[in-house]
Each structure stands twice: as structure tokens, then as C-alpha cells.
């Protein structure tokens, strides 16, 4: 099976035997493929990063932006980076 019919299955496209979807999505189990972010973000020109800067975590706001942005943004499918500048 060609690279291209893989990577377009598990990008969602549409027009594949239900068989040869479910060869893929098989492999893709016993293999343990993830995604390489890096190279998806290189491809789209975005990396989907949110970064949080704040100065000084002695702020309460501060702390709970930067305790509570993970949770947040993993389920929408983002990375995040998270930097106190104090």
C-alpha cells in the first residue's frame, strides 16, 4: 500500500474501500503510530503552540492561567509552552 493512501486515510479523506481503511487503522494500532507533530506543523506553516508568558508567579491570576492552560488547550488539540519571566 502506497505512503500517500495511508497518510490520506488518516487525514480523513474520504473515497477509500471501508477494507482498505480498516487495514490501515489495524496497522495503525499494532504499530502504535502517533503523529510527529513537528512535521505536520512544517507541512501546515502553524505549529498549533499557544504560549502563556506572565512576571511573576507570586499573582494568583498567574498561577491558575498557567495551572489550568494544559487541561484547556490539549483538548482542543493544541501544545502549549509556558514561560514565568520573574
Known sequence: ???STVANILN???HYK???RERVFEAVKKFGYQPNRASRALK???SNL???????S????SRKAAR??????????FDYLVVDSY
Open 1 to 3: 500500500m502506497p505512503k
Open 12 to 14: 480523513g479523506t474520504p
Open 18 to 20: 471501508k477494507e482498505t
Open 44 to 46: 501546515r506553516g502553524r
Open 50 to 56: 499557544i504560549g502563556l508568558i506572565y512576571f511573576s
Open 58 to 61: 507570586i499573582y494568583e491570576v
Open 68 to 77: 489550568h492552560l494544559p487541561e484547556i488547550v490539549n483538548d482542543f488539540g
